[in-house]
T-cell receptor, first 114, second 114 residues
Framework: DTGVSQDPRHKITKRGQNVTFRCDPI?????LYWYRQTLGQGPEFLTY????????KSRLLSDRFSAERPKGSFSTLEIQRTEQGDSAMYLC????????????FGPGTRLLVL | AQSVTQLDSQVPVFEEAPVELRCNYS??????LFWYVQYPNQGLQLLLK??????LVKGINGFEAEFNKSQTSFHLRKPSVHISDTAEYFC????????????FGEGTQLTVNP
């Protein structure tokens, strides 16, 4: 078990550019979650998948954000036309199915939009 | 809707002193409660969780927490802290009707001084 991994760990981009982040969950976990954490705040839920199905999306997830998990394994989170307000840490977590299951977090991708 | 309040944004203590980090939650249904720790520039690591049963939960690194349903609290304690415990601590809740999303508090920065 190698844990949840995320790539890249850091991303600096200019306003208006598109960025894509990748998350590889713990292999036997069928649920995958995305959270966003801004400086000095707790993580906020964005969306989650069970296998390849996206089951829930937060109102925080604007039209510029899209997440996929095409084969039920890794997931990508894309932000189009980035804005300075998108600067944050993007955290991925995975778990077994079930609302009471523990979510295990990756190291995060820190995004800075200039 | 569930919510979490961490009553102290910063807690400075001296090494080997006891510490308590306070967490209150709001929910109208059954909940599961978690404490996570975040070291600088890292993801979140699970300290402990309360699912059911004994209200005193023991976690890693000598931490424990007590679930108090009447007070809707889940305070984290450690009898003697170390310099290495310096980190951000997050209380989180999930409830049966919210799907799998975790709702986090805003965090408590624990700083252990020599």
């Amino acid at each position: 078990d190698t844990g949840v991994s995320q790539d890249p760990r850091h991303k600096i981009t200019k306003r208006g550019q598109n960025v894509t982040f990748r998350c590889d969950p713990i292999s036997e976990h069928n649920r995958l979650y995305w959270y966003r954490q801004t400086l000095g705040q707790g993580p906020e839920f964005l969306t989650y998948f069970q296998n390849e199905a996206q089951l829930e999306k937060s109102r925080l997830l604007s039209d510029r954000f899209s997440a996929e998990r095409p084969k039920g394994s890794f997931s990508t989170l894309e932000i189009q036309r980035t804005e300075q307000g998108d600067s944050a840490m993007y955290l991925c977590a995975s778990s077994y199915e079930g609302w009471q299951e523990t979510q295990y977090f990756g190291p995060g991708t820190r995004l800075l939009v200039l | 809707a569930q919510s979490v309040t961490q009553l102290d944004s910063q807690v400075p203590v001296f090494e080997e002193a006891p510490v308590e980090l306070r967490c209150n939650y709001s929910s109208s249904v059954s909940v599961y409660l978690f404490w996570y720790v975040q070291y600088p520039n890292q993801g979140l690591q699970l300290l402990l969780k309360y699912l059911s049963g004994s209200t005193l939960v023991k976690g890693i690194n000598g931490f424990e927490a007590e679930f108090n349903k009447s007070q809707t609290s889940f305070h984290l304690r450690k009898p003697s802290v170390h310099i290495s415990d310096t980190a951000e601590y997050f209380c989180a809740v999930t409830e049966e009707t919210s799907g799998s999303r975790l709702t986090f508090g805003e965090g408590t920065q624990l700083t252990v001084n020599p």
